[in-house]
């Protein structure tokens, strides 16, 4: 079950059915086929009960404001259970690929602090999140501090340097 639950979310991520498990292979969730998912969570989030979702009903959804606009195809302010099948699934890619740009970030920023002469860049370590990065970890001295936040700040994408560091 946590296989097909699986799956079925990394479909969604992906958006395409060609990569979703076919009936044949899918277990249904407490009865129910796994094609439901989409009209569940729409009759969850359809407070009202009027068949369409509007922003207030979504806004419950983190980040989803940008995929309501984009899949509102007729601009009413509404998405049908079809708008918001679209919807859904532009709004997982967006989440997984801010996840993978944030990834693609913090290996950067390694690269280059590694880079850097003169930096024992091995003790720092770096996260990222939504392009603000963290650094955390053991430096010699003050000046490798300064340097270690001036060369994560100088990389393409970085918005926000945090620093967490420590010196031995």
């Known amino acids: 079950m946590k296989l097909h639950q699986s799956l079925v979310a990394i479909a969604t991520i992906v958006g395409g059915a060609a990569f979703a498990p076919s ?7 407490d009865d129910r086929p796994a094609d439901r998912y989409p009209t569940e969570k ?7 009960g009027d068949g369409f979702l509007t922003k207030s009903e979504t806004s419950q959804i983190r980040d989803f404001a940008p995929a309501f606009d984009k899949a509102d195809k007729n601009r009413d302010g509404k998405l049908t259970l079809e708008e918001f099948t679209d919807a ?39 996260e990222t999140y939504k392009g603000r990065v963290l650094l955390s970890g053991f430096v010699e001295d003050e000046n490798q501090r300064k340097t270690a936040l001036r060369v994560a700040s100088k990389v ?10 420590s010196v031995k």
């Open 23 to 29: 009936a044949s292979h899918a277990q249904p969730r």
């Open 42 to 48: 729409f009759q969850k989030l359809d407070v009202n």
């Open 88 to 126: 859904d699934a532009i709004h997982g890619r967006t989440v997984a690929f801010k996840y993978i740009d944030d990834s693609a970030l913090t290996a950067k920023v390694k690269a280059a602090l590694l880079g850097e002469p003169g930096l024992k860049s091995t003790d720092v370590s770096v």
């Open 156 to 165: 393409h994408g970085v918005h926000d340097v945090k620093d967490g560091m």
